[in-house]
Structure formats: structure tokens, C-alpha cells
Nanobody, 122 residues
Framework: QLQASGGGLVQAGGSLRLSCAAS????????MGWFRQAPGKEREFVAA???????DYADSVKGRFTISRDNAKNTVYLQMNNLKPEDTRVYYC??????????????????WGQGTQVTVSS
């Protein structure tokens, strides 16, 4: 199971840090990802971190968001800086279906957390 938290309301230019606490799997053995979804829209990729520690980002968040992992806490984070109103979404964390396999494709993820709302005001 994955438990996402840390969302909230912030002004444009502000920062938030999302957390994804995992139970039942070791985050350091899987690709872990963050996705986001607006009402009526498809869920979209935001960032991912591989078991090796490498990371990828959507173009829209590069340079502003940072994904990281704390193996001791079995938790993945998404640090979001310089937030923009268009970042307003529900953010979900997810884990890769297969250990030691790197993919950024949504169907290759599972165990979606419940989501956490991020709202950025202008």
C-alpha cells in the first residue's frame, strides 16, 4: 500500500513537499512514480525514480520538482518549488509492477495511493 500526503493550498511561486509512505514493498527495489490528474482529464506522468536512484521528469516540471527517496523510512518524496496555477491537480504516487524494471508508462505502475490535492492560487 502507498499513502500519499503533503498536499494543500499554496500561492503561485510557493513550495510543497509530497510524501509517499510504502508498506508491503521496499521502495528501493522498484521504480516509484508520481502522477497527477485534473478533473475530467487523463492521469499524467510527473516524475519517477528508479531502484538505482536515477530519475526522470515531465518537461512541464523539470527544474522545479525533485523526486527523492528515503530507504530507511521506505518513503518517496516530491519536492515541488515555484508552483504554478497549472500544477493544480490531485497527485498520486505509484509503484512499478515489477521490481528492478524501469518504465515511465502508466500501465506499468500499480498500488496507487489515494491521492493528495495540490491547489495553487494565482
Amino acid at each position: 500500500q502507498l499513502q500519499a500526503s503533503g498536499g494543500g493550498l499554496v500561492q503561485a511561486g510557493g513550495s510543497l513537499r509530497l510524501s509517499c509512505a510504502a508498506s508491503g514493498r521496499t521502495v528501493s527495489s522498484y521504480t516509484m512514480g508520481w502522477f497527477r490528474q485534473a478533473p475530467g482529464k487523463e492521469r499524467e506522468f510527473v516524475a519517477a525514480i528508479s531502484w538505482r536512484g536515477g530519475s526522470d521528469y515531465a518537461d512541464s516540471v523539470k527544474g522545479r520538482f525533485t523526486i527523492s527517496r528515503d530507504n530507511a523510512k521506505n518513503t518517496v518524496y516530491l519536492q515541488m518549488n515555484n508552483l504554478k496555477p497549472e500544477d493544480t491537480r490531485v497527485y498520486y504516487c505509484a509503484a512499478g509492477r515489477v521490481p528492478y524494471y524501469y518504465s515511465l508508462v502508466l500501465p506499468d505502475f500499480e498500488s496507487w495511493g489515494q491521492g493528495t490535492q495540490v491547489t495553487v492560487s494565482s
